[in-house]
Antibody
Framework: QLQLQESGPGLVKPSETLSLTCTVSGGFISSSSYYWGWIRQPPGKGLEWIGSMDYGGSTYYNPSLKSRVTTFVDTSKNQVSLRLTSVTAADTAVYYC???????????????WGQGTLVTVSS | DIVMTQSPDSLAVSLGARATINCKSSQSVLYSSNNKNYLAWYQQKPGQPPKLLIYWASTRESGVPDRFSGSGSGTDFTLTISSLQAEDVAVYYCQQYYSTPHTFGQGTRLEIK
């Protein structure tokens, strides 16, 4: 069964870079036709899509975050990663990784989610 | 961006009764070439990630109880729980995947009356 697990620092200082990793088990990122996305949820608020990428490096980012976001895949570790630069308190959220796409199609739903990790931006 | 607006923001329904949640998109999410509505529904319980319930507006994800159903087309969609169970207490979100960026509704909190 596919499992996704986010990891990374729970506290980041303002203006620094947020870095998270999602480890995928129960399936190989490189052998699938899926995309791997990042979604965040500020405490008590709704969901915001950050971006998605496939193992081949095709990426799609939310324009509202595009200038600060980078995602990449490490197929040797079966991991996808997120970097968000120049963070502020507004970036405080639970960050989820999720599987999306179908047969290589990007515009699809998110059918498997990690448990999420809370990142707080504070000095 | 396509704006997704859900109504109501919160809803209290008696056990065994029907619950109806609405979702309206700021533009049509019906793709004419395949006649599919690019809309999904999720359930999120406290402390848990969202769980996919419905995709293509009306297709139930594997393992989702059949008391959950989705309907609608174009810009107006509905999630219906035919007979509310205690375990259905959650926040429900709609999501459009017609175009990037993917966008979600603000959520509807469902409680037991």
């Amino acid at each position: 069964q596919l499992q996704l697990q986010e990891s990374g620092p729970g506290l980041v200082k303002p203006s620094e870079t947020l870095s998270l990793t999602c480890t995928v088990s129960g399936g190989f990122i490189s052998s699938s036709s899926y995309y791997w996305g990042w979604i965040r949820q500020p405490p008590g608020k709704g969901l915001e899509w950050i971006g998605s990428m496939d193992y081949g490096g095709s990426t799609y980012y939310n324009p509202s975050l595009k200038s600060r976001v980078t995602t990449f895949v490490d197929t040797s570790k079966n991991q996808v990663s997120l970097r968000l630069t120049s963070v502020t308190a507004a970036d405080t959220a639970v960050y989820y990784c999720a599987r999306t796409g179908e047969f290589g199609e990007f515009l699809r739903w998110f059918d498997a989610w990690g448990q999420g990790t809370l990142v707080t931006v504070s000095s | 961006d396509i704006v997704m607006t859900q109504s109501p923001d919160s809803l209290a329904v008696s056990l065994g009764a029907r619950a109806t949640i609405n979702c309206k998109s700021s533009q049509s999410v019906l793709y004419s070439s395949n006649n599919k509505n690019y809309l999904a529904w999720y359930q999120q319980k406290p402390g848990q990630p969202p769980k996919l319930l419905i995709y293509w507006a009306s297709t139930r994800e594997s393992g989702v109880p059949d008391r959950f159903s989705g309907s609608g087309s174009g810009t107006d969609f509905t999630l219906t729980i035919s007979s509310l169970q205690a375990e259905d207490v959650a926040v429900y979100y709609c999501q459009q995947y017609y175009s990037t960026p993917h966008t979600f509704g603000q959520g509807t909190r469902l409680e037991i009356k």
